[in-house]
């Protein structure tokens, strides 16, 4: 298996299109211990939130989509939108040219500079690709807009839900960064054995996913893993833990876990919550606090909040 992985800046890197001829033969490193693996034949039964009603002002449709957001958060922070104003060609187009990018010889991709905060822009994968990938370029460049428009829409509707200010969290986080990430697992025959990506939450406020056709995807809830059928014109919502820590007081109503705040922006409840739910029960902390516990300290999973809360309690002496 050596041609199939080397080493690079210290880490390992596969060739994909060569793990695919060994199918196997899988490296240690893609299997998961067994109490990480997970089987399920459950599918979540969520019904599909339509969010036209909610932009256009219609009351009916926008009582009847808050009630069914507070309700999936209140359960696990998760949710499936559809009619929610991105253009599905769009998105189709976005599925399409990463896959032109996945393609490219090992070699070739490992020359691409990788460099935190660079925008998804023409001028950005002209530069790295070549002219070839202008219109790569233009098709991330409008949908990174068309998300973060999304998520200023996502952002009001959860404010609605909670009964607070409209406004209130867009506004919160209306300087913030958005990230966009595009990710592929190769075919695997013996899937049993390996994970794309483990159990985690995220640590950031907001996630939109695109989920293509092939599927893959499971929700943890109710002690169960429940999987995602992919719906051609469905967005994924997740709230991530700092949307979580956002709204968390001492109450038996909790909103479960991308979008993130400036790095120096304190996170905290709004004080009208605190006023009408209860005492609050995690400290005001930074993003940067966040960011920096998660990558330097501790992979995100299901206790990623608690051993955040012990971890910066420790560090500030609090």
Known sequence: MEEEKKIENGIFVFDHSKLQTQANNIPSEFIWPTSEIYHTQKELSEPLIGLQGFITGDESATAEAVELIRTACLKHGFFQVINHGVDVNLMNAAAEEIDTIFELPLEKKLSIPKKPGSPASVHYLKSVLGQDFERTGWVYQRYCKSMQKL????????????????????????????????????????????????????????????????????????????????????????????????????????????????????????????????????PDFTWSDLLNFTQKHYRPNFTALQSFVHWFSSSKNI
């Open 151 to 282: 998520s200023g829409v996502i952002f009001e509707i959860l404010a609605v839900s909670l009964g607070v200010d409209r406004m209130h969290f867009k506004d919160y986080f209306e300087d913030g960064s958005s990230i966009m990430r595009c990710k592929y697992y190769p075919p695997c025959d013996n899937s049993g054995l390996v994970l794309g990506t483990g159990p985690r939450s995220h640590p950031t406020a907001l996630t939109i996913l695109y989920q293509d056709q092939v599927g893959g995807l499971e929700v943890y809830t109710n002690n169960n893993w429940y999987s995602v059928r992919p719906r051609p014109d469905a967005l994924l919502i997740n709230l991530g833990d700092t949307f979580m820590w956002r709204t968390e007081i001492e109450t038996e109503d909790h909103w479960f876990s991308s979008l993130v705040q400036k790095k120096t922006k304190v996170v905290r409840p709004p004080e009208y919550l605190v006023l009408r739910e209860g005492p609050r029960i995690y």
